[in-house]
């Protein structure tokens, strides 16, 4: 079966620290999202990569395809980025399946 | 950037009646829209893969008939739950990829939450 494993599942830092969120998953991927979910619900996506790295302000996401596995850095983490953190794949036998597998999310909470 | 309006944010319904939830894709065609529902504390969990022009695709475990999704448009696609009872009472969230994939990946609504009592 197909998986996406997520770690930590809930996370508590001090305002500026720097956050490493984990995500593991089974097979061969044409394509990962990470998004971010805030209390209301709404969802935003931060990044979509398929191999390397990319940067966004204090956020950066890696990808490493050999192992499988791929990272969400928070730098100078501030109490507006608590919110729930979900990676996304999109499975290599999907063909025109565009549909995601989603991990179970990790609760970020960063106090000030 | 790409934006998804999705309406409404919230509904209250009685049991037994139906509601429609909209999902628009304001500045980009998407040919391809997802419809999700979510349990408090869970993760999303893909109820149907909506075409423009064509039916859905529903996962397993989801009844189309109870849950039906209308995509008309390259803007537009609407879920429809009918004959609403207390357990379909839920988060749903709807969203969007852009007709030709794009580099950014998938927009995403804001969500509805229904309540039926």
């Known amino acids: 079966k197909n998986e996406v494993e997520q770690s930590p599942q809930n996370l508590t830092a001090q305002e500026g620290e720097f956050i490493t969120i984990n995500c593991s998953y089974s097979v061969g991927i044409s394509a990962l999202h990470w998004l971010q979910q805030h209390p209301g619900g709404g969802i935003v996506s931060l990044f979509m990569l398929s191999s390397g790295k990319k940067k966004h302000g204090r956020l950066i996401a890696t990808i490493n395809i050999q192992e499988k596995h791929s990272s969400l850095h928070i730098t100078a983490s501030h109490p507006r980025d608590s919110a729930v953190y979900?990676?996304?794949?999109?499975?290599?036998?999907?063909g025109s399946n565009y549909k995601l597998t989603f991990g179970k999310g990790t609760l970020l909470t960063v106090n000030p | 950037g790409a934006v998804v309006s999705q309406h409404p944010s919230w509904v209250i319904?009685?049991?037994?009646?139906?509601?429609?939830?909209?999902?628009?894709?304001?500045?980009?065609?998407?040919?391809?829209?997802?419809?999700?529902?979510?349990?408090?504390?869970?993760?999303l969990m893909l109820m149907a893969t909506s075409n423009e022009g064509s039916k859905a695709t529903y996962e397993q475990g989801v009844e189309k008939?109870?849950?039906?999704?209308?995509?008309?448009?390259?803007?537009?696609?609407?879920?429809?739950v009918t004959s609403a009872h207390p357990e379909d009472?839920?988060?749903?969230?709807?969203?969007?990829?852009?007709?030709?994939?794009?580099?950014?990946?998938?927009?995403?609504?804001?969500g509805t939450r229904l309540t039926v009592v």
């Not at chain 1, 979900?86 to 999907?94: D, E, H, K, L, Y």
């Not at chain 2, 988060?91 to 995403?108: D, M, N, Q, V």
Request: aromatic share 16%.
């Open chain 2, 65 to 80: 008939d109870k849950f039906l999704i209308n995509h008309a448009s390259l803007t537009l696609s609407t879920l429809t």
């Open chain 1, 86 to 94: 979900i990676c996304a794949v999109r499975w290599n036998s999907g």
């Open chain 2, 89 to 110: 009472s839920s988060f749903y969230i709807c969203s969007a990829r852009p007709t030709g994939g794009g580099s950014y990946g998938y927009t995403f609504g804001s």
């Open chain 2, 13 to 43: 319904c009685k049991s037994g009646t139906s509601v429609k939830i909209e999902c628009r894709s304001l500045d980009f065609q998407a040919t391809t829209m997802f419809w999700y529902r979510q349990f408090p504390k869970q993760s």
